[in-house]
């Protein structure tokens, strides 16, 4: 079980990323991205701090929360690997890589495996549409994925 | 001489084992005592032929590619430092087929240059179309683009100088310039390869956007999904800044430009332009109603010129060799040259930038060598998600704004996603629907609801109920979708479902037929 840091310890470490970027024009977004990179995911106590800091409602740092599919409510695995699911990589079979990869791992897209190796999430379109099928492992972009990349890719997640 | 290596840093470069190449090169270089610098370019855009290395001899500039790790000794072997022979030899790359056949404008530079190298930029025509602009008035600058015919490279293609006009002649205290660079269309990568191929040429043109509108400040919206070009563009940022391109005085003009890099957060639907401008706020990624327009009420409120990165990208050569250059090229209203970017199966994949009216059989066939299977090209499906599925029998449409609207199709972003003949359209079709629930902002009837409904609809024809009925109910919430839609996400979402229809009618009929068909 990945450990929670206190609330208390979320608050100071928010706030202190709130700081750095309060000054920026429309602030909300790179703030996010600060508490995901700083927590791994956004957590709820961050929120009000949030909230209370740029002068808006929670329901509305909620709303942006929510709205974005990059920010997390939970950490993710050690290992974020994201496939791309989109029409250039379904042209190149795509769909079969999925289906093999989420075998080899046990899990679907959006889940997490149960040792927290890995998370596996689908991605619509990573811009290497040039070498379909693709994916991007921990921010590294894989091109042209085959059987083999695709063992390579389960050894690293796993070792 | 020191040797000069050319290493692509491209992500699709790096995706097919760039980064190993280099780490490869480095060390035999260390191992032999060899002194040489090893330069982290962009890439020219021929994928097939990544990771393409380069050096630079005394005749020129020699090609290898694709190069795998364990070539890297027998590269060595076969003195490959001042041109050697090898298998993988390419030659002079500007002589590649692939890449002679094109006319380089507003890539000219990416995959030559070092793209973090401002010595490099101004080398090869850099910051020439904002020293022109600086010597102009902001009107001059705004008419030469207007003259030169450019129009919106994202998808829209309205014409870039009349937006510009706008903004001019709206009055602000305070005026933007954003790029959009939430490059989410399956099938192009122009903007991300630009960005980190040659990000000069987007801030050049973003600075002149700024002076000939009154805009002191820049956005570039990237896609989180680019972290590579996010990285590229920032750095290029903080360069031009020091070097006085960017600031209080742009290049000891008495005009002011800055501009930021902001990263997205995985949304679709935050490449429309208003929705992108929320989510820059702040906010849900929301799509705004018009009017008011953006370059009235945009950023903040306030008159803001949005363009897409290639648009932008495109005005200094434009403000460089003069608008009648420019306009020079192209067919009908379309102007000056497009990015096409060949993708999916697909045997010659990448980045082809040349005038408009070519025909889409001549990009897909002679250009992309047909599909990378093998196997027979069932569908192409140009302009991303949101664009239409032609069938062999389009071939003939020349590249052309209009002259893919006579056929029920777009353009978009020029991206091409080739498809061999066992693809199958029903599925595609249902994908787009189910593509647009994902990503739809909700704001909008047709698009929140009309999506969800689409997928079940299309669900049913395949489950065989009432297949005849449930098609022609799709056809009809096609219908609404496109003419109640907000934006070009539930508007456009009914290009690649009606065309897959009405191109491919075989694939939608009930499940007992296609297989007996087959």
Wanted: charged share 20%; aromatic share 8%; glycine share 12%.
């Amino acid at each position: 079980m990945t450990m929670q840091p206190a609330s208390t310890e979320i608050t100071s470490r928010t706030a202190a990323i709130i700081q750095e970027m309060k000054g920026l024009e429309g602030p909300l977004l790179p703030i996010l991205h600060g508490i995901q990179e700083e927590f791994g995911h956004v957590p709820k106590d961050a929120l009000p701090v949030i909230a209370e800091a740029l002068n808006i409602s929670r329901a509305e740092v909620h709303g942006v929360v929510s709205f974005y599919h990059d920010y997390r409510s939970h950490p993710a695995g050690r290992h974020v690997l994201k496939l791309c699911q989109a029409e250039s990589c379904q042209s190149m079979g795509s769909d079969a890589i999925a289906a093999k990869l989420k075998q080899l791992l046990g899990i679907g897209f959006h889940e997490t495996t149960r040792d927290g190796s890995v998370t596996l999430e689908p991605v619509y379109c990573l811009g290497l549409c040039a070498c379909s099928p693709a994916a991007m492992l921990d921010g590294e972009v894989i091109g042209r994925l085959d059987d083999e990349k695709l063992d390579e890719i389960v050894a690293e997640v796993r070792s | 001489m020191i040797p000069r290596i050319y290493i692509p840093a491209d992500s699709g470069a790096l995706a097919l084992g760039a980064e190993k190449v280099a780490k490869a090169i480095a060390g035999e270089l260390a191992e032999r005592g060899i002194e040489a610098k090893i330069v982290r370019n962009g890439s020219r855009g021929a994928y097939f032929l990544e990771p393409m290395v380069e050096v630079a001899t005394a005749n020129g500039r020699i090609a290898y590619g694709p190069v795998k790790p364990s070539d890297v000794k027998s590269l060595f072997d076969s003195g490959f430092l001042t041109g050697g022979h090898h298998k993988r030899w390419l030659g002079t790359p500007d002589k590649i087929p692939f890449l002679a056949k094109q006319t380089r404008l507003t890539f000219a530079r990416c995959g030559v240059t070092d793209p973090l190298s401002l010595e490099s930029y101004k080398k090869h025509g850099g910051l020439n179309g904002l020293t022109n602009a600086l010597a102009l008035t902001p009107a001059a600058t705004v008419a030469q683009v207007t003259e030169s015919g450019l129009r919106g490279r994202g998808g829209a293609g309205f014409p870039t100088g009349i937006k510009w006009k706008t903004v001019l002649d709206t009055a602000g205290d305070r005026k933007y310039i954003v790029c959009n660079a939430d490059e989410g269309d399956s099938g192009t990568f122009a903007d991300r390869m630009i960005m980190e191929g040659d990000p000069f040429v987007l801030i050049e043109g973003m600075t002149i956007a700024g002076i000939a509108t009154g805009a002191t400040k820049g956005f570039v919206y990237v896609r989180s999904e680019y972290p590579h070009a996010v990285a590229v563009m920032n750095k290029a940022v903080e360069i031009a800044r020091k070097a006085g391109v960017l600031g209080a005085s742009v290049l000891g003009s008495p005009y002011a430009f800055d501009m930021e890099i902001r990263v997205g957060a995985g949304a679709y639907v935050c490449g429309e332009e208003t929705a992108l401008l929320d989510s820059l706020e702040g906010k849900r990624g929301m799509v705004r109603a018009k009017p008011p327009l953006p370059a009235h009420k945009g950023l903040f409120g306030k008159p803001t010129v949005i363009n897409n990165v290639i648009s932008l990208a495109s005005v200094p050569v434009i403000m460089d060799k003069g608008a009648a250059y420019y306009k020079d090229f192209g067919m009908g209203r379309s102007r000056g040259t497009i990015p096409i970017q060949i993708a999916g199966n697909v045997k010659y994949a990448g980045l082809f930038e040349a005038a408009f009216g070519m025909t889409l059989g001549e990009i897909v066939d002679e250009i992309g060598g047909g599909t990378a299977t093998g196997r027979p090209v069932k569908a192409v499906q140009v302009g991303g998600p949101l664009g239409a599925y032609f069938p062999r029998a389009l071939f003939d449409t020349p590249f052309d704004y209009e002259a893919f609207a006579a056929k029920d199709g777009l353009i978009g972003h020029a991206g091409v996603v080739v498809f061999d003949d066992t693809a199958d359209m029903l599925k595609q079709a249902r994908f787009a629907m189910e593509f647009c629930a994902i990503e739809s902002c909700g704001k909008c009837t047709p698009c929140r609801i009309g999506s969800t409904r689409g997928v079940e609809t299309i669900d049913r024809i395949v489950a065989g109920i009432e297949p005849e009925k449930n098609l022609a109910l799709v056809t009809d919430l096609c219908n609404t979708m496109k003419f109640g839609s907000l934006c070009a996400l539930g508007g456009f979402t009914p290009y690649p479902v009606m065309s897959s229809i009405t191109h491919f009618p075989d694939d939608f009929k009930p499940a007992p037929v296609r297989v007996a068909a087959e």
